[in-house]
């Protein structure tokens, strides 16, 4: 079994090559995808992510919830004690500034707490069929939501490119699988 590193490297270089017209219509279909869940049409409080380096286009999906009156959130970086995730509101007025892996992140806007999220998309660079995670390997993601052994809030949501799946990935203890992934071709279920 190819290592995570080795899968990471695999997975970014075959993204790196879709075209934007792919993306494009990934980024819609996935929307659309979204859309038909009845856990995101609930939803309230929405963490989303601004796309980075090929990761499926979020921007007709935080389009989506403003149209929807649902509040958006975008995660700040938090480097110390622990590197880990606050969630702020982002509105179309938000002022970004870039972090430092050069993605934007909202400035003096409302932090929402973790457990008042009703869900959050989550990039990830490669998943499998019980909708485990592979991300870009910091560990952010999976140390703030370390919470979702105890409590099943927020639902975590990946979004990815068909292309992404893969057979199989190994945990790690700290590891958070996600309760879906979506895909511009269909939505992932760990409870299939």
Known sequence: MPSNT????TIKQARAK?????????????RDQLMDLPAFQAAKNIACYLAYA????????????????????LPVLK???????????????????PNQY???????????????????LVPLVAFDKNCHRLG?????YDRTFALRKQQETPLLIGLAYELQKVPELIPED???????????????????
């Open 136 to 140: 870009m390997g910091a560990g952010f």
């Open 6 to 9: 080795d899968i990471r490297q």
């Open 79 to 97: 480097t110390t004690p622990e590197k880990h995730l606050t969630f702020h509101a982002y509105h179309q007025d938000a002022q970004l500034m």
């Open 102 to 120: 050069n993605i934007d992140e909202p400035v003096a806007t409302a932090e929402i707490a973790v457990t008042d999220l009703d869900l959050v």
């Open 174 to 192: 700290w590891d958070v699988a996600m309760d879906f992934v979506v895909t511009e071709k269909r939505v992932y279920s760990k409870s299939d």
């Open 18 to 30: 879709l075209d934007a017209g792919f993306q494009f219509a990934a980024g819609h279909a996935v």
């Open 54 to 73: 090929g990761e499926v286009p979020t921007q007709p999906l935080i389009d989506y919830i403003w149209q929807q009156n649902k509040t958006c959130y």
